[in-house]
């Protein structure tokens, strides 16, 4: 009986909620993006029947974004023709931002991110240009500086033939967030 008990009052420690958990970070990650020049923006709604982000779990997963520019309209044309690999790569840093604003809006504080998990991303390219990984680049650095070495992620960067409204790129993203 006495070990019964002692086995019980150990079941229900592990079982009770930690509410003095440590922080995720040693610094403020909005605080970071601020340092970083970065001013998220409210995401707008999507304009068909998609949500920008859904969340099961500790998993969000975030639909695609594509460029946005701080003054409105999005970066547009084809990576290898229109558009250099350094402009591309600037499109998918914009795109990070989009994401960051929009993964705000899903979860109220970034300090919740436990880690960015997977990016998709896909770059409006010509037929023959072959430097994906340079232009989604600008994404992936984005989330190192932002969320450190919990920024880093397994990736796809691919070439599409044309991409809605001619944005340069579009990225989604699956994230790791702290428990409710």
Do not use: W
């Not at 084809?78 to 499109?91: C, N, P, R, T, W």
């Not at 600008?138 to 397994?154: I, N, W």
């Amino acid at each position: 009986m006495k070990y019964l008990s002692i086995l019980l009052l150990f079941l229900i420690a592990c079982a009770s909620p930690k509410t003095d958990q440590a922080p995720l970070y040693d610094y403020d990650v909005e605080q970071r993006l601020t340092e970083l020049g970065i001013e998220l923006q409210v995401p707008g709604a999507p304009l068909a029947n998609y949500v920008n982000a859904v969340r099961t779990g500790n998993l969000v997963f975030m639909a695609g974004k594509g460029p946005r520019l701080p003054e409105g309209g999005n970066v547009t044309g084809k990576v290898g023709d229109s558009l250099s690999i350094e402009q591309g790569y600037e499109a998918a840093r914009l795109s990070g931002i989009a994401q960051l604003a929009a993964l705000k809006a899903e979860i109220g504080d970034l300090n919740n991110v436990v880690r960015i998990v997977k990016v998709t991303g896909m770059v409006n390219a010509t037929a023959d240009f072959t430097s994906h990984p340079e232009v989604i680049n600008g994404y992936s650095d984005l989330m190192v500086e932002v969320f450190g070495d919990r920024g880093k992620h397994a990736r796809a960067a691919v070439g599409m033939a044309s991409l809605p409204r001619d944005i340069a790129v579009e990225i989604e993203m699956v994230v790791e967030v702290a428990p409710k």
